[in-house]
């Protein structure tokens, strides 16, 4: 049976993911309050913030602003745009 949580980020009970995202308290937080839906989410939109920006992830302060952009879209409730991304045309 699947682990059910709370959704922070959607507001209703979902499938919770099956571990942690990563290791400290901020990936023990998003497993405790995000589903694996929200979380999907987050990880289109943070792929679209490294290719749009060009982020190195080599780079610790890039990993750091994403772990922190992460840490307001789950739990600021921000909503975040990509600003100049243009969706790819059919």
Known sequence: MARMVQC???????EGLDYPPFPGELGKRIWQHVSKEAWADWT????MMV?????????????????????????EDAEMEVPNYVPPTK
């Open 8 to 14: 922070i980020k959607l507001k209703k009970e979902a």
């Open 44 to 47: 289109r939109l943070q792929t």
């Open 51 to 75: 290719n749009e920006y060009g982020l190195n992830l080599a780079d610790l302060s890039a990993r750091q602003h994403l772990m922190a952009q992460c840490e307001r879209y789950f739990f």
